[in-house]
């Protein structure tokens, strides 16, 4: 794999997006969310009908796009996210990978389209850079994946090793993920989600918060 993807994807990539927990923390503090086999459940169905049927697909066609297909990516993200918080920390990470993206690679990044959702960003950046579509895809998946399991380490009485075992649990979910976003047209992006949705709208509410959303 590509080693510059490697570097967009790792956590410690200043994007911000280890600020944002999508809903988890609301589920925890419900107590919905409890033990390792509860986080593997919220992890399969995020990957299957609600962040894996919106941003891993755009991730994929933004790898092929170019200046106005990525700008009518970038719209339909922005229509599809209807709860507030999710949608301005996909903008919000979205800009910051940008940023960063062309500090390191300015040579490389010259011609680079705008873009705006992290999403569509980074399958951009990582066309540029030269990972392949899947590489590419398979890097934003894990990403999400253990990125939220860094997340519930912080939330929830749960070792690192019971954690990663959840994302091991959500292999299947996430290689079906990818394999869907490989394949995706534009007209597929959607999912429904309802109680996550609730979930990260009500996140903004709660007494107190470690993550933004």
Request: glycine fraction near 8%; proline fraction near 3%.
């Amino acid at each position: 794999m590509n080693l510059r993807l490697l570097q967009l994807a790792d956590s410690a990539f200043p994007s911000g997006a280890y600020a944002f927990s999508d809903g988890l923390e609301t589920l925890t503090v419900r107590g919905e969310v409890k033990t390792a086999a509860d986080l593997s459940a919220f992890l399969c169905g995020q990957l299957a009908h609600g962040w894996g049927q919106q941003d891993a697909p755009a991730c994929a066609l933004a790898w092929r796009a170019a200046g106005d297909e990525l700008s009518e990516l970038d719209a339909l993200l922005s229509d599809l996210k209807l709860i507030q918080g999710p949608r301005e920390a996909s903008l919000r990470v979205g800009a910051n990978l940008r940023r960063a993206a062309l500090h390191l690679w300015p040579d490389e990044l010259a011609t680079l389209p705008p873009t705006r959702h992290h999403a569509v960003s980074f399958g951009a950046i990582a066309a540029a850079l030269g990972a392949t579509q899947a590489d590419a895809v398979s890097a934003y998946v894990s990403a999400w994946l253990l990125g939220r399991v860094a997340s519930a380490t912080k939330l929830m009485r749960l070792g690192g090793l019971d954690a990663q075992r959840a994302a091991r649990l959500a292999e299947d979910a996430a290689q079906r993920c990818i394999q869907d976003a490989l394949s995706a047209t534009s007209d597929d992006l959607g999912g429904f989600s309802p109680l996550l949705d609730i979930a990260a709208q009500e996140q903004a509410g709660l007494e107190s918060r470690l993550f933004q959303t």
